[in-house]
């Protein structure tokens, strides 16, 4: 899909390539014809996006069509969120679980933790704690140590107060930032503090597909809805299906699209479809 448009008297073009998944589903159905190695982010994928962090409990459904889809497919879950946090919420034995966006991976036969993300550890808990005291007194700010990264969580921010926060938050910040010891990047309504390595989520999906995967015989998936996302679509945009959640196309390096947490359910009643259909004709 290629679209151009006026804007300010001045001609843009925006080139958009985002399919809707569903438009293209036989091209998707012959990708992953010879199985599935499938990624998932969780936090606006597979539960929607909620006000705290905390609050994001995946549904009843959802759960079990994880469980279902992990029968028939090798499952990874990578999110932001810590290892320990993301194990809990999921909840399912038997699959690979990334945590702090790949810094920490665990699963069958795995157990990775990267050494830079132990090193700046001592760091990263005085850093929370200056937060903490700093950004006590901007109500809804919420800081979260993960172990391996930290976050600002600011959803629930008055928005005349964001300007305020963000200065406190870059001035703490600003000294570990250009001692080149750690690295910030954005999500949604979220600060995220992390070692300054050359690691994010598409190193580390292409690690664990190195591992799991070796032979390359399994297709990958990845489906996200945020920025840290897009390194993760971006490492597997040759090799594999990547979809972004999100109410309309927008750029974006993945391939395809789903509107929201639904459309990822209906992508996994699809995927089960494919294996327990097999000879009584596709849907
Ligand atoms: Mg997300």
Known sequence: MVGGFHLRGREIYLVIRMEYLFDRWGEVERALAPGALLLLDYDGTLTPIVERPELAILSPDMKELLKRVSQHYTLGIISGRSLT????????EGIYYAG??????????VDLIKSEAERVRPTLV???????AKLGNIKGAIVEDKGSTASVHYRLVAEGEFERLRNIFEEVVEPQIKSGVLRVTRGKKVFEIRPNVEWDKGKAVLWLSSV???KG?????????DRTDEDAFSALKEMGVTIL??????ESNAKYFVKNVDGVKIFFEKLINLRTQIGTGSR
Do not use: A, M
């Open 85 to 92: 946090g993301v194990q809990e919420l999921v909840g399912l």
């Open 100 to 109: 702090n966006h790949g810094f920490e991976i665990s699963g069958p036969g």
């Open 126 to 132: 005085k850093l929370c704690e200056e937060l903490r």
């Open 212 to 214: 799991v995967n070796p």
């Open 217 to 225: 015989e399994l297709t990958p998936v990845y489906i996200g809805d």
């Open 245 to 250: 959640v999100s109410e309309e196309p927008v």
